[in-house]
C-alpha cells in the first residue's frame, strides 16, 4: 500500500500542486491558481491533439472491435478448421512491444525498402504514401489495430465459452438458424465483456503516445510536437521544460478519459439492466 | 474455474460422461436429440474468412524474419517478403550483440532486470493484495474496491510526468529504480487476481482448514497458493508484457543510455539514421527487434493452458 500510494496517489497530487504555479525566469514561482486550466482549455494546440484522439477513437476502436467480435464468433462457432491455430497466432501480436510494431509498420510503409515501395516498383504506380501528413492518422489506427485485435478478440472469446451450450441446443430445436443464435444468445452474453474492452480501448486511445513518438523519426514533418495530448505534455515538460503547463494538460486529458470511460460504463451498465 | 490442471480436467470432466451415455439411451426412445448436431460441422468459407485476418496479423511477423536475414544492402535492393541472394541472419544476429560495444547485450540484461524485479514484484503484491482483499473482511474494503477500479482508469501515462518530477526531486531518475517502483503497481493485476481468487478459493475449505488449527500462512501456502496458480500465471504474464515494452516511462525517466531497455535501445539505433553523421543500421534494428520479441512469443505460446483459463475467470466476472 505505500508503494501504491507512492506511485498513484502521489504523483496525482504533486501534479495538482504543479498545475496551481507558474515558473518564470524572473520572479521566480508563483501562485496562479487556475490560470494554467484556463490556458489549457484555450489552447488551440490542445484541442487539435484533443480533437485528433477524439477522430482516432470513434473511427479506430469501432473497427477493431468488431475484426474482434467477428473472429471470436468464428472460432466460438466451432465451424473452423484449426481453431485453436488461428486464436493464438491472431493473438500474437499482442507480445510484440509497441515500439517494435511501430518500427515494423514504419519500415514497411516506407518507400525506400518498404513494402509500399516494392508494389509501387513492380506495379509501376505510385500509391499514396502512408507517412504523409494525410495518411498518418489512418497508419498509426492500423498499427494499434493490429496490435490489439487479438487481445480483444480472447476477451470476446472467453465471455463467449461461459455460455452454456445447452442454450443453443434448445435454440436450434426451435428451428433458430446459426446468425439467429448469435443475435439473441451470443450478443447478449457478450454484453459485459464488450463494455470492458471498449473502456479500455477509449482508455487507450487518449493515451496514445508510442506509435507517434516512434513514427516521428521516419516522418518528421507529418507528426507535429502536439499530435495528441500525451505528446503534447510530453513536448512541453522535456523540450519546453513548462512543467507546470505540461502537468495541467495531463490532468485535463486525464479527467476527460475518466469522465468518457465512467459514462461509457453507465450507459452499458444501464443497457444491460 | 476447473478446468486448469490436467487432474481438475479429469474430474471436470467425469460427471459429463453418464449424461452422454443417458443420452445414448434416449436416442432410441421417442425424443431423439442429437449431440449438437450442427455445431460441428467444418466450415470452409468461414476458414478461408478467417484467413485474411490471420494474414493481417501474421504478416508484418514473416516480414521481420525476412527481412532479419538480409544485409543493410539486401534490404534495399531485394522484395520485401521475399529473401535476399545472401543470407545474413547469423551475420546480423553477431553484429546486434557486438555492435557499439556490445550495447545490446547490456540492454537485454536491464530488460531482464527490470522484467524480473519490476513483473516479478507486481505479481507478488497483486496475488497477496488481491487475495487478502477476495477472502477477508475489514472495515473500508468498498473505499479500496472503488479505488482500485478508479487506479484502472487513470491513464498510465498522464501519470508518468509528474512521477518524473516527483522521482527527479528524489534524485531516482536515471536509475534502475525510476522504472523498477512504477512497475510494482498493476492495478489490472490486482483487479484480475481479486475476481479470480473469489472463485478459485471456496470459502468452505479456507474454513475447514482454520477449524482444523491451521494458521492462515499454513492455508495461504499449502491450499490457496495452488488453486491460484492459473491466476498468478496470467498475471505474471502479463505485467512480464507491460514491463518488457514499456517505452514511455523508461524514455523520460533515463537518460544513460547504460540503463536502457531493449525498446529504447532500438529506437535509439533507428534514430541514428536520421541523426547528422549517425550510422545507419537498420538491418540491426530489424534483427534487434526480432530478437526482443522472441522471449516473448515463446512465453505465450508454452504457456498458453495458463493464461488463457486465467484471463477466463477475470474476463467473466467482468
Known sequence: MAVFALVFLAPIAYSVYLSLFRTQLIGGTTFVGADNYVKALGDPQFW??????????????????????????????????????????????????????????????GTRFGLIGNLNDLLGVSLPDPLSSDLILASIGNIVTWEFVGYNMLILYSALRVVNPSLYEAAEMDGAGQLRIVWAIKLPALR?????????????SFQLFNEPAILRDLAPNAITTYFTPNYYAYSLSFRG???????????????ITMVIAYVVQLRGMRKGA | MTATTSSATA?????????????????????????????????V?????????????????????????????GLFRSFGLWFDGDFALFDNIAGTFTYGGGIFTRWLLNTLLYVVVGAGGATLLAT????????????GKKAVFAVVIGAVAVPGTALAVPTFLMFSNMSLTNTPWAIIIPSLISPFG???MWTFASDAVPDEILESARVDGAREFQTFFRISLPLLAPGIVTVLLFTVVATWNNYFLPLIMLKDPDWY?????????????????????????????????????????LLQRYWQSGLAAGSVKG
Open chain 1, 241 to 255: 521544460q513548462q512543467f507546470n503547463y505540461s502537468a495541467t494538460v495531463a490532468i485535463v486529458m486525464g479527467v
Open chain 1, 192 to 204: 459485459g465483456a464488450l463494455l470492458i474492452a471498449t473502456i479500455f480501448s477509449i482508455i487507450g
Open chain 2, 128 to 139: 497477496i493484495a488481491g487475495y487478502g482483499l477476495a477472502k477477508f473482511d475489514f472495515p
Open chain 1, 48 to 109: 487539435s491533439a484533443f480533437g485528433r484522439v477524439a477522430l482516432f477513437l470513434v473511427v479506430q476502436v469501432p473497427i477493431m472491435l468488431f475484426l474482434a467480435l467477428l473472429v471470436a464468433l468464428a472460432i466460438d462457432s466451432g465451424r473452423l478448421y484449426g481453431a485453436s491455430f488461428f486464436r493464438i497466432s491472431v493473438f500474437l501480436p499482442y507480445a510484440v512491444p509497441a515500439v517494435v510494431a511501430a518500427l515494423m509498420w514504419g519500415f514497411m510503409y
Open chain 2, 190 to 192: 490486482l483487479y484480475l
Open chain 2, 261 to 301: 531497455p531493449l525498446t529504447l535501445g532500438l529506437n535509439s539505433w533507428n534514430a541514428q539514421a536520421t541523426t547528422a553523421g549517425g550510422e545507419v543500421i537498420f538491418n540491426l534494428v530489424i534483427t534487434g527487434s526480432l530478437l526482443t520479441i522472441v522471449p516473448l512469443i515463446a512465453a505465450f505460446l
Open chain 2, 45 to 73: 468459407t468461414l476458414t478461408v474468412l478467417t484467413t485474411v485476418m490471420l494474414v493481417y496479423t501474421l504478416l508484418p511477423l514473416a516480414w521481420l524474419v525476412i527481412n532479419a536475414t538480409k544485409t543493410q544492402e
Open chain 2, 11 to 43: 474430474t471436470a470432466r467425469e460427471p459429463r460422461a453418464p449424461r452422454r451415455g443417458a443420452r445414448g439411451r434416449a436416442a432410441a426412445g421417442p425424443l431423439v436429440i442429437r449431440r449438437r448436431p450442427r455445431r460441428n460441422r467444418r466450415s
